[in-house]
């Protein structure tokens, strides 16, 4: 009998954390805000509206900047709500001038998108705003500051965080660098 109290007693301790996390994690997608203003429920919902008026056919580029000066840009083609291919540079900085100098490159098409380990994964508008409130935003925000930015039209331009105390390249997440939408 003593055992089977316990187990409630354990049970329920369970479930109360549980709603306390399910509840935090909501509380963030509603109430995180970045400077345009809007948080992830409402980036989303303008995301679907712009989505339904112009198409599921777009291209975006994703950028990674190490404080080294090495970096990589990958760009995405999407049509029809499918990656249809994947353009990877990696470059590094010059000391002398500041331009960038590709190192590595190539080039990924129908066929073969997603078939290189370098780059942003093959992802569509749709996944980041999934990874975003499933990966992300969910992070223990006690020892992580949180980041959510929009363009003026809703679209998301970066979701992720930065582990606090963290010097170099710490933030993890999505990152947006250029939207188009093509016909």
């Known amino acids: 009998m003593k055992t089977n109290r316990i187990l409630l007693l354990v049970f329920a301790v369970i479930m109360i954390s549980?709603?306390?996390?399910?509840?935090?994690?909501?509380?963030?997608?509603t109430t995180l805000k970045g400077e345009s203003g809007l948080t992830y429920n409402e980036s989303l919902e303008q995301w679907t509206e712009l989505k339904d008026k112009n198409g599921n056919?777009?291209?975006y580029q994703t950028t990674f900047v190490s404080w080294t000066g090495f970096g990589s840009t990958t760009e995405l083609k999407i049509e029809e709500g499918?990656?249809?291919?994947?353009i990877y540079q990696e470059f590094k900085t010059n000391e002398t001038d500041g331009q960038r100098e590709i190192i590595d490159s190539y080039t990924e098409t129908k066929t073969n998108v997603g078939s290189h380990e370098k780059g942003a994964?093959?992802?569509?508008?749709?996944?980041?705003y999934h990874s975003c409130a499933s990966e992300y935003l969910t992070v223990?925000?006690?020892?992580?500051?949180?980041?959510?930015?929009?363009?003026?039209?809703?679209?998301?331009?970066?979701?992720?965080?930065?582990?606090?105390?963290?010097?170099d390249d710490c933030?993890?997440?999505?990152?947006?660098?250029?939207?188009?939408?093509i016909d």
């Open 82 to 86: 499918v990656v249809t291919s994947r």
């Open 18 to 29: 549980c709603e306390k996390s399910n509840d935090e994690e909501l509380s963030v997608l």
């Open 121 to 128: 994964n093959p992802l569509t508008i749709d996944d980041l």
């Open 171 to 181: 933030f993890r997440g999505v990152t947006i660098n250029s939207f188009q939408w």
């Open 140 to 167: 223990d925000n006690e020892n992580n500051t949180l980041h959510f930015e929009t363009e003026l039209d809703g679209l998301m331009t970066l979701c992720g965080f930065v582990p606090d105390g963290c010097l």
């Open 57 to 59: 056919s777009y291209i």
